[in-house]
């Protein structure tokens, strides 16, 4: 925490002011930065400082004779602070949410759902366009009544699947010695060469044009959803455990704010950092003008990045969300990195 006119003691009296509302919600008293933080400190000094910072800005007084409360410009001088030094991520939150997506298919929805448990606020994850996907391998699965389920591994480690229909003549040994072939021909290609391919192979209404057709179907439906970025949300209802927002419409407002997911992707698709803070009106979002948006990036595969953040009130505890993050990170850089 450093700033033109915000000494030594000025910084300590607002950090300890910033602690102690994070965890009551309730205006800081002179009295109780005296016996809690600053013993060496009179009440009389405190409340002088506490006048100077609320001149400066960084406090605001809700009522008359009541403590103050911090600014979105202290919260941000406070995490300009802790990003300064070097974010270590918690271990114990790296262990618990490496256990909970690892037997998730869908890491995306799972990821938000373990950030939304660990930090108790609303989480965003962006999974990032992919417009250079290329198949690594291919594997057809017998089914019964002419059926096989074709599953599609990427570069990135992106697997889907669906039921395709296939002739009655292939068996197991044909649909194996298809996978094989095609998975020799097709890995390395992007989507829409496997496509082109495919295409030209299916004209030829050999036995196996229904296989060839279901994986162009697919690859064309993998194709599609790598062009966008994909936000899910998880916890979205934390926010009404915190009394900032026990007001019904201003719950209600933040809500229908998660809907319009344009905003947010637009926010994390920007993410040229380890880590984005956007405390109160700099998320550019009416509806969560007193919200604080915190993010980290992650990589997926190559020269392709995500994010992954929490949604809170402005008071929230940066450096424990900082940490967190950080360990979610690492994890899923690990998992969708390779």
């Known amino acids: 925490m450093r700033e033109a006119g915000v000494d030594a003691r000025k910084r300590r009296i607002l950090q300890a002011i910033i602690e102690d509302y994070v965890l009551t919600a309730l205006p800081v008293g002179s009295r109780t ?54 974010v270590q991520p918690d271990e114990e939150a790296r262990q618990y949410f490496a256990e909970q997506i690892r037997p998730m298919e869908d890491v ?33 699965v017998p089914m019964p009544r002419g059926a096989a389920l074709l599953v599609i ?62 994986i162009a179907s697919l690859a064309r439906q993998m194709e599609k959803q790598s ?18 927002y026990s007001d019904v419409e201003k719950a209600r407002a933040f809500l229908s704010a998660l809907e319009e997911k344009e905003r947010l992707t637009s926010l994390l698709s920007r993410h040229d950092a380890p880590f984005m803070v ?19 990036g992650y990589q997926v595969g190559k020269g392709h990045r995500g994010a992954v953040g929490v949604i809170g009130p402005a008071r929230m505890p940066y450096a424990k969300v900082l940490s967190t993050l950080g360990a979610v990170s690492r994890v899923l850089t690990d998992l969708l990195g390779e």
Do not use: W
């Open 33 to 86: 930065i005296s016996r809690k933080y600053e013993t060496s400190l009179s009440s009389a000094t405190i409340r002088n400082e506490m006048s100077d910072l609320e001149e400066m800005g960084y406090l605001a007084q809700p009522h008359v004779s009541a403590g103050r409360v911090p600014s979105h410009k202290a919260y941000r001088l406070y995490v300009d602070g802790l990003l300064q030094e070097a």
């Open 108 to 140: 995306a929805a799972a990821a938000a759902q373990a950030i939304a448990r660990l930090t108790r606020y609303t989480a965003v994850v962006m999974m990032p366009k992919q417009l250079e996907l290329r198949v690594s391998c291919l594997q057809l």
């Open 153 to 214: 591994v990427t570069d990135t480690g992106a697997i889907r699947d669906t039921v395709i229909r296939v002739s009655d003549r292939l068996d197991s040994d044909a649909l194996f010695s298809i996978s094989r072939l095609l998975t020799e021909r097709l890995a390395g290609r992007t989507l829409k060469e496997v496509q082109e391919m495919l295409g030209a192979y299916a004209r030829m209404n050999g036995p196996d044009a229904r296989v060839l057709e279901g």
């Open 227 to 244: 062009a966008q970025d994909t936000v899910i949300i998880g916890g979205s209802h934390n926010i009404l455990n915190y009394p900032e």
């Open 278 to 296: 956007h405390i109160g009106p700099e998320s550019a979002i009416p509806d969560m003008q007193d919200c604080a948006i915190v993010t980290a």
